[in-house]
């Protein structure tokens, strides 16, 4: 977070607030984001930017179920 532009003091101690500060701080940008290692979607949910112009790619070694269905497939 504090290489996205926000200081300590405006980092929450929780999850879900960290979560929405993530995507309020990525809302506008346009970012390639690479998850390794991704044991299931609940790790890759919360890190989904907000912005439409962004791409995420999560690797896993195993299969997770309806990750895919997280965003619609670029066509």
């Not at 003091?9 to 309020?24: F, K, M, N, V, W």
């Not at 790619?57 to 895919?68: I, Q």
Request: aromatic fraction near 2%; charged fraction near 25%; charge should be positive.
């Amino acid at each position: 977070m504090r290489a996205l532009g926000a200081s300590p003091e405006q980092i929450p101690p929780d999850s879900d607030g960290r979560a929405a500060l993530y995507r309020t701080l990525t809302a506008r940008s346009r970012l390639l984001i690479v998850l390794d290692d991704v044991a299931s979607p609940r790790q890759v949910l919360p890190l989904m930017p907000a912005s439409a112009r962004s791409l995420v790619v999560a690797t896993a070694r195993l299969r997770t179920r309806r990750a895919h269905r997280a965003r619609p497939p670029l066509r």
